[in-house]
């Protein structure tokens, strides 16, 4: 965790990224995830030889057939997902990792963020970009996301960084009374989607995307 704006070679062009992010006219990005966008550093989430694309809003490809997300998406996703510190947070499809670190900026040291991811080679890329950065409150475990990860449920808030044919039951379970999570749903055409757990679940629509295929049970 860094508690000073992080300084590195990057900086200027991290800083133009986020300022063009707090710019966007259809979306409003919360000042705290502008803030944690600040923070990490995306070149080192993505192949070294990308280093120098890592501040471009757009996806980049991580290997098996797998990328990261937008930095767009992911702080479009962050500001739905309203996270405040300290909250227990689960997110399927940890992939570089470099979403969990913002999650782990955004819950701070008295949170906790677990991550499943369901191939191995990505779940090592992960660990190694977030041990190389510091956050050692993200927990990235193998497995299918799509049965949650009921060992250290319930969760204040869940996110799925792919998308869905339908909401899974495991994780509506698995998320707290009051909980959040955002979750893209569709195959051919996706639409994220912000889901309220009270006393019966809600689902509010937040527009289309673009994800990779949520594989598994009760995915794809
Ligand atoms: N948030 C990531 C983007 C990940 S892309 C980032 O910031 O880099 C989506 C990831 O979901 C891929 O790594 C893919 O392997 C993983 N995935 C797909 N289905 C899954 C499942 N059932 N359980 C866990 N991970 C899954």
Same mark, same amino acid.
């Given at each position: 965790m860094?508690?000073?704006? +992080?300084?590195?070679?990057f900086?200027?062009?991290?800083? +133009?990224?986020?300022?063009? /992010?707090q710019?966007?006219?259809?979306?409003?990005?919360?000042?705290?995830?502008?803030?944690?966008?600040?923070?990490?550093?995306?070149?080192?989430?993505?192949?070294?030889?990308? *280093?120098s694309?890592?501040?471009?809003?757009?996806?980049?490809s991580?290997g098996?057939?797998?990328?990261?997300?937008?930095?767009?998406?992911?702080?479009?996703?962050?500001?739905?997902?309203?996270?405040?510190?300290?909250?227990?947070i689960?997110?399927?499809?940890?992939?570089?990792?470099?979403?969990?670190?913002?999650? *782990?900026?955004?819950?701070?040291?008295?949170g906790?963020v677990?991550?499943?991811? +369901?191939? =191995?080679?990505?779940?090592?890329? *992960? +660990?190694?970009?977030?041990?190389?950065?510091?956050?050692?409150?993200?927990?990235?475990?193998?497995?299918?996301?799509?049965?949650? /990860?009921?060992?250290?449920?319930?969760?204040?808030?869940?996110?799925?960084?792919?998308?869905? =044919?339908?909401?899974?039951?495991?994780?509506?379970?698995?998320?707290?009374?009051?909980?959040?999570?955002?979750? =893209?749903?569709?195959?051919?055409?996706?639409?994220?989607?912000?889901?309220?757990?009270?006393?019966?679940?809600?689902?509010?629509?937040?527009?289309?995307?673009?994800?990779?295929?949520l594989?598994?049970?009760?995915g794809?």
């Amino acid at each position: 965790m860094h508690h000073k704006t +992080r300084v590195d070679s990057f900086e200027p062009i991290r800083a +133009r990224l986020v300022n063009s /992010l707090q710019g966007r006219i259809d979306t409003h990005i919360s000042k705290q995830v502008l803030q944690a966008m600040m923070q990490v550093p995306r070149h080192l989430f993505v192949r070294e030889s990308d *280093a120098s694309h890592a501040y471009e809003d757009y996806p980049l490809s991580i290997g098996h057939k797998q990328t990261i997300s937008a930095p767009h998406m992911v702080a479009i996703m962050c500001t739905l997902l309203d996270v405040q510190k300290g909250m227990n947070i689960l997110e399927i499809g940890a992939g570089s990792g470099y979403h969990s670190a913002i999650l *782990a900026e955004l819950t701070g040291p008295t949170g906790k963020v677990y991550s499943v991811e +369901r191939i =191995p080679e990505l779940l090592k890329f *992960a +660990r190694n970009n977030l041990h190389n950065t510091g956050y050692h409150n993200v927990i990235i475990t193998t497995g299918d996301g799509t049965l949650g /990860l009921p060992k250290h449920a319930p969760y204040d808030r869940i996110t799925v960084a792919c998308a869905a =044919p339908t909401i899974p039951p495991p994780l509506i379970e698995q998320l707290k009374q009051g909980g959040k999570m955002v979750i =893209p749903i569709g195959e051919s055409v996706q639409d994220l989607y912000l889901v309220h757990k009270n006393d019966t679940i809600s689902k509010e629509k937040s527009g289309g995307v673009v994800f990779v295929p949520l594989i598994g049970e009760h995915g794809f």
